[in-house]
């Protein structure tokens, strides 16, 4: 070759790895942990203007996508199916694509949200776990898109929630977790990841709208969740109930992830205050969960809260949207941002920043600062509606608006 070739081969190269997004391991809701904090390295000055990679329909819902490596994985409606799809990261290419029927009346008081999925599907071990609107789980092979095993659970339980689905199953401890049931009732179970089979199960009221977490208190690791109408907390292993307090909001929309900051789960609801619990077991061995402190000024209704070090971020769905900052130990308030912020945001933590996408497409980037407020810059990154949480790729991100998956340039 000579050198003017092998000049522009390498000049091609090096525009194919600069356009070519970072690897990231985001497996499941708010990340593998949970926690909404990521490790990719995010550009320092934002573009003056997002700029699509690719753009891919994908069907509707709120579904956030997962990446690992080089791959994404989406669950999405096409008409009347749920569809489970692989993705090339590079090109937006399907690689494999699963669909089953999935009719779904909506509640006519959430018509605007669409009919789903509303549920973050969870890979583990070369598998992905969707949890469908009407509350089918299904568990896929990674690699190929095959059905390994699925439930449906409307037998044993009646109709799901009044707005679907639309908690996200954790795996934890070698099992799949998930809330099933619906408006009369439901179960926190644990399948066996690799047949289906129902390793535990806790009777309870039926599932909110927010996604569980695992934590360790007292050397018991624990799996917490808001229900229907309850904060609960069970045994990893087991399954038997270790605490439990009433939350009851209007209209039943429990639908805030709880956040774990040492010691303390951080909680909320729809006009209930943001407030911090901790669990403790006594010298009887029960357990009680004794409220640490309580921020009434900072309900939560659909954004759930970011811990980073000591200092806990959300959005309140108070005067037209508003962020603050709080101490996670006390519950002090930090700061608080200008009104007005929007309806939703997802907050996502990387490089000292806070990545917010909120519903109306607007992503604003604060610093993750206790100190005060401060704006880095906002970017307008799709034409649609984005619910869905993205996924930060380095000077990319991925973002699922109302039908299309979009790898977005954003510095």
């Not at 977790?177 to 644990?190: E, K, S, T």
Request: glycine letters at 10%.
């Amino acid at each position: 070759m000579n050198a003017r070739l092998f000049g522009l081969s390498l000049g091609a190269f090096a525009l194919a790895a600069a356009a070519a997004p970072s690897a990231e391991q985001w497996t499941g809701w708010r990340g593998a942990a949970r926690t909404a904090v990521s490790t990719a390295s995010m550009p320092a000055a934002l573009a003056a203007k997002a700029a699509d990679v690719w753009a891919v329909p994908v069907g509707i819902g709120h579904a956030s996508p997962l990446v690992d490596g080089q791959r994404i994985y989406v669950f999405a409606r096409r008409g009347e199916q749920e569809v489970a799809q692989a993705i090339d990261i590079a090109t937006g290419k399907a690689l494999w694509s699963a669909a089953y029927d999935q009719p779904y009346t909506m509640n006519s008081a959430a018509t605007g949200h669409g009919k789903g999925p509303k549920s973050t599907p969870v890979l583990a071990g070369g598998r992905l776990y969707t949890l469908g609107i009407a509350g089918v789980l299904s568990a896929y092979d990674a690699a190929t898109g095959s059905v390994l095993w699925r439930h449906a659970f409307d037998k044993e339980f009646g109709p799901p929630p009044d707005f679907g689905t639309a908690m996200s199953p954790l795996v934890d401890n070698g099992l799949v977790v998930a809330h099933v049931g619906g408006i009369n009732g439901g179960a926190l179970r644990a399948f066996d990841p690799a047949t289906g089979a129902t390793r535990w199960s806790w009777s309870c009221d039926g599932p909110g709208y927010a996604s569980p977490v695992a934590m360790v208190s007292g050397g018991v690791r624990q799996i917490v969740t808001e229900t229907k109408t309850k904060i609960v907390a069970v045994d990893a292993a087991t399954g038997a109930l270790l605490w439990s307090l009433p939350l009851v909001t209007p209209y039943e929309q429990n639908a805030v992830t709880p956040a774990i900051a040492g010691d303390l789960v951080i909680l909320s609801g729809l006009d209930q205050s943001t407030f911090a619990v901790r669990p403790t077991r006594g010298a009887d061995g029960k357990w009680t969960a004794v409220k640490v402190w309580d921020a009434k000024a900072f309900p939560m209704y659909m954004n759930s809260p970011v811990v980073v070090g000591d200092t806990v971020y959300g959005l309140t769905n108070r005067n037209k949207g508003q962020f603050f900052a709080l101490d996670a130990k006390t519950g002090a308030t930090r700061w608080t941002s200008p009104p007005r912020q929007g309806e939703n945001a997802s907050i996502t933590a990387a490089g000292g920043r806070l990545w917010c996408l909120t519903s109306d497409a607007g992503l604003i980037v604060l610093k993750a600062d206790p100190a005060a407020y401060a704006e880095v810059g906002r970017l307008d990154v799709a034409p649609s509606a984005t619910w869905a949480s993205p996924v930060l790729l380095g000077p990319q991100i991925l973002v699922k608006d109302v039908d299309h998956l979009r790898l977005v340039r954003i510095g």
